[in-house]
Nanobody
Framework: QVQLVESGGGLVQAGGSLRLSCAAS????????MGWFRQAPGKEREFVAG????????LYADSVKGRFTISRDNAKMTVYLQMNSQKPEDTAVYYC????????????????WGQGTQVTVSS
């Protein structure tokens, strides 16, 4: 099993920045990709960004392209989500995810999920 622990959420004003971190532990050798989903109140969970662990290829939702950047530190088994130019609509619980098979925006393809961290963007 893989354990994912998120950190870095909080309150930020519109236009500001936050960086989320997700530390992976356990059977991490099988991890193919990691990423982030988010769920706002009353809305469905949606894909935000993902990264292939070995080669570093990335995938972003259109709503965050140009504002968010996903990266990873292989030695620390940690993935990051740098969020810039934040908007009130970015307010959500952000979940770190891991997949043993592929990088995709489809949530049921992800085998491992963190507990989530709250991000609130005030207007």
């Amino acid at each position: 099993q893989v354990q994912l622990v998120e950190s870095g959420g909080g309150l930020v004003q519109a236009g500001g920045s936050l960086r989320l971190s997700c530390a992976a532990s356990g059977r991490t050798f099988s991890t193919y990709a990691m990423g982030w989903f988010r769920q706002a109140p009353g809305k469905e969970r949606e894909f935000v960004a993902g990264i292939k662990w070995r080669v570093g290829s990335t995938l972003y939702a259109d709503s965050v392209k140009g504002r968010f950047t996903i990266s990873r530190d292989n030695a620390k088994m940690t993935v990051y989500l740098q969020m810039n130019s934040q908007k009130p609509e970015d307010t959500a619980v952000y979940y770190c995810v891991g997949s043993d098979r592929l990088l995709t925006p489809i949530q049921h393809a992800y085998d491992h999920w963190g507990q989530g961290t709250q991000v609130t963007v005030s207007s």
